[in-house]
């Protein structure tokens, strides 16, 4: 009989066990649906967030070109507005040299020794001096094609071969360009 209970105890649970069996079945594929729902939402967040990350490096890539753009162009303008100036300044210094060719024969004649206009031609020359105006009118240098403009070629008592025995009219330069070659006597050192 023992048997038989075991059988009975065995039918006896069967019935039992089926309804929580039928009941864990639906738990199971709830939570299985719910994972899969979180899974899905969590690749979701994930692909939004690559696309905001993605979106965030487009537009700080945009910003930083824009910046670059921006520096470059404030250098573009203050680089033109100085090469203008500069041109402004070269053009004026350039209507003023037939000037400084009066204001020199006059000193070469004597006429600038003493008065207000020595004066006047002392305070021309010191302005044109701030703005960069060199004069070029140096005897006994080696002639130079860049600076120097050879009119006459002839001997020159204590001046070496190729050098300047005299300047004939002064040339004039601002900074590296030369706005006007002196006009000058090369000694051929004989």
Same mark, same amino acid.
């Given at each position: 009989m023992s048997e038989a209970q075991d059988q009975n105890e065995n039918s006896g649970q069967e019935p039992e066990n089926q +309804? %929580?069996?039928a009941d864990a079945q639906p738990n199971a594929d709830a939570l299985?649906?719910? %994972?899969?729902?979180l899974n899905e939402a969590a690749a979701g967040v994930e692909e939004a967030q690559a696309e905001v990350t993605e979106k965030e490096s487009e537009l700080r890539n945009d910003l930083l070109r824009l910046q670059a753009e921006y520096v470059n162009y404030r250098k573009r303008v203050e680089r033109d507005r100085v090469a203008v100036r500069e041109s402004a300044v070269q053009s004026v210094l350039t209507t003023l040299l037939p000037v400084l060719?009066?204001?020199d024969a006059a000193r070469a004649h004597g006429d600038l020794a003493d008065g207000p206009f020595a004066a006047i031609a002392k305070k021309l020359d010191t302005v044109l001096a701030t703005h960069g105006l060199e004069r070029i009118d140096e005897a006994g240098v080696e002639f130079d094609p860049n600076v120097? %403009?050879?009119?006459?070629?002839? +001997?020159? +008592? %204590?001046i070496p071969?190729?050098?300047v025995g005299q300047v004939l009219r002064a040339?004039?330069?601002k900074g590296n360009y030369t706005m006007r070659a002196a006009q000058v006597l090369v000694a051929t050192g004989e």
């Open positions: +309804p %929580e069996a299985g649906q719910a %994972e899969a729902i060719d009066d204001i120097h %403009e050879a009119l006459l070629r002839q +001997p020159v +008592p %204590e071969a190729d050098h040339g004039y330069r």
